[in-house]
């Protein structure tokens, strides 16, 4: 067959009047393209016009050379669904290693994904299945994916792996992951395999959004633990949001994450750890000029890394918990990290310590950040019940409370056998986070009935600007402002060495350790030689 390099998916057999099954008609296409591709050598595109085009318990098997462009976001839909065949995962197009032989040298190449929707909600299994994905390619040369709506996916939603040679550009996925509990692999909004074409692999995610969805909101895992990380990675400008984890590094090398938005994710804004297949953590990463905000548990979760990892001149603000947790997972790497650099950062108003460090550490330099204004979840047990007390899906009020505001941030509040994780709160009213990500309620049992008898816990103190708990040998502590300006203050120190901490040489100068509510230091555990000198406070 004689085929032009664009063709109308029309003119071949697709309806897209949303209820004839389009898949038979669109593989026939793809494989005919593929062919034409195959034997002249000439990249084809499938072009699909406005409409809502059904694709129906088979996905859609790709083929290099062949890319599908739509007519925009919400205007070209694909639906997938698989009510004839309950067990199968229906992505809209799938080339994986399992399935299909994918590698290295039997991959898709020159494909171009473009301004179309993908609505997976017609998908259920009758277990949760990582292939129900909206797409799932693995081994893509030269790719494109641009200006993409990925929703209410059962598994992950962009689930491409082995990009080389690839960008990801203004793809919007929202609530993918539906039948992932958050214990499991994929459910992600966006996820993406690393380390399948060796030590480098180039690819850029930009401008993506990601919200609501099971797991991560972008994630790049790799896939083999006897694969090497890869480097060569890059994620700009990205959002991610509602999310179990923001944005997570599980294996790559020298990540860079620039300008992103991690805001209100439930467990952390940006995770490093062992969270993945291989329980390999990223290393070699930075962090520059992201806004991770008013996330219910940590702004940043670094953990289960040989190092290094930079953090440069971010915004970490507001979380539940702490602002910077380093920590290790077990089953991880539980080696000490080496090189970690946190600089010129923003840490405030974070529920617990500004800086908790949890997993030992070598050779770390903390330099010249503001760290103020952090133990914010500071307000005593509380209880209420009766007329004044109301709640609604995502709050709790209570007209007679007083609260000191944010005191409650990151508290677990309980209301009979229920209970919700406080984002944040005013003198009477408390803000919580959906009861898992995606959802539009806080309750999953229904919302309680008014006037219930609410209970929240104590502070916990202390709560310090930087507090260790573990060995840190050879630190540098330079420059920085620790201290709480805001009144009441709820910084208790600037520094505390917990009974744990084993510090050991190093420098500590020229800090500014004034203003904080009680000493200025508190040593449970006294620090081994060093120079500490030139410190206020």
Not at 337 to 355: F, K, P, R, Y
């Amino acid at each position: 067959m004689n085929l032009p390099l664009t063709v109308d998916a029309r003119d071949h057999g697709l309806a897209g009047d949303g209820t004839t099954n389009d898949q038979p008609a669109l593989q026939k296409l793809v494989d005919a393209l593929g062919d034409a591709c195959a034997a002249d050598g000439r990249p084809r595109t499938v072009h699909v016009p406005a409409g809502r085009y059904v694709i129906r318990d088979r996905p859609v098997l790709w083929r290099s050379g062949v890319s599908l462009v739509g007519a925009g976001r919400g205007t070209t839909r694909f639906e997938l669904g698989n009510p004839g065949a309950p067990a199968t995962p229906v992505p809209l197009a799938w080339f994986t290693t399992a399935q299909h032989g994918a590698g290295p040298d039997h991959h898709i190449a020159d494909v171009t994904f473009a301004h179309f929707e993908i609505d997976g909600s017609g998908v259920r299994t009758p277990e949760y299945d990582v292939l129900a994905k909206g797409l799932g390619l693995q081994y893509v040369l030269r790719g494109r994916f641009t200006d993409l709506w990925i929703h209410d996916t059962a598994a992950t939603g962009f689930g491409c792996d082995f990009l080389q040679d690839t960008l990801v550009e203004g793809v919007l996925a929202e609530r993918c992951g539906r039948q992932d509990s958050g214990e499991q692999m994929g459910g992600a909004g966006l996820g993406i395999g690393v380390g399948g074409w060796g030590p480098v692999e180039r690819l850029a995610v930009t401008d993506c959004t990601a919200t609501g969805n099971g797991t991560n909101g972008i994630f790049l895992e790799l896939q083999q633990d006897h694969w090497t990380p890869p480097r060569g990675i890059r994620i700009t400008a990205c959002h991610a949001e509602d999310n179990r984890f923001g944005i997570s590094d599980w294996g790559a090398d020298g990540l860079l994450v620039t300008g992103c938005t991690l805001i209100g994710n439930h467990q952390a804004g940006f995770d490093v750890s062992s969270q993945g297949t291989t329980s390999i953590g990223g290393r070699g990463g930075t962090v520059t000029g992201c806004l991770i905000d008013g996330n219910a548990g940590d702004g940043v979760a670094l953990g289960n890394t040989p190092g290094a990892y930079a953090f440069r001149g971010n915004r970490i603000s507001n979380n539940g918990r702490h602002g910077y947790w380093q920590h290790n997972l077990a089953g991880g790497d539980q080696e000490a990290a080496t090189d970690i650099v946190l600089e010129s950062n923003d840490i405030h108003d974070n529920g617990l310590d500004g800086i908790r460090l949890d997993a030992p550490l070598r050779e770390p330099a903390i330099l010249g950040n503001r760290v103020r204004s952090n133990g914010r979840r500071a307000a005593p047990e509380a209880r209420g019940e009766g007329a004044g007390v109301r709640h609604t899906a995502r709050t709790l009020t209570d007209d007679d409370a007083g609260w000191p505001p944010g005191g409650h941030r990151g508290k677990r509040v309980t209301v009979g056998g229920r209970s919700a994780v406080v984002l944040d709160n005013t003198a009477t009213q408390l803000t919580l986070a959906p009861h898992r990500p995606g959802a539009d309620t806080a309750w999953p049992d229904g919302t309680p009935a008014p006037g219930s008898a609410y209970r929240l816990p104590d502070a916990p103190a202390p709560r310090a600007g930087l507090t260790a708990a573990t060995a840190v040998s050879h630190p540098y502590v330079h420059g920085n402002r620790i201290r709480d300006d805001r009144h009441p203050r709820t910084q208790i120190h600037a520094l505390w060495l917990t009974g744990d901490s084993a510090w050991s040489a190093g420098r500590v100068s020229g800090n500014d350790f004034t203003g904080n509510a009680s000493a200025a230091t508190r040593f449970d555990s006294a620090p081994n030689g060093g120079r500490w000198r030139d410190n206020d406070g």
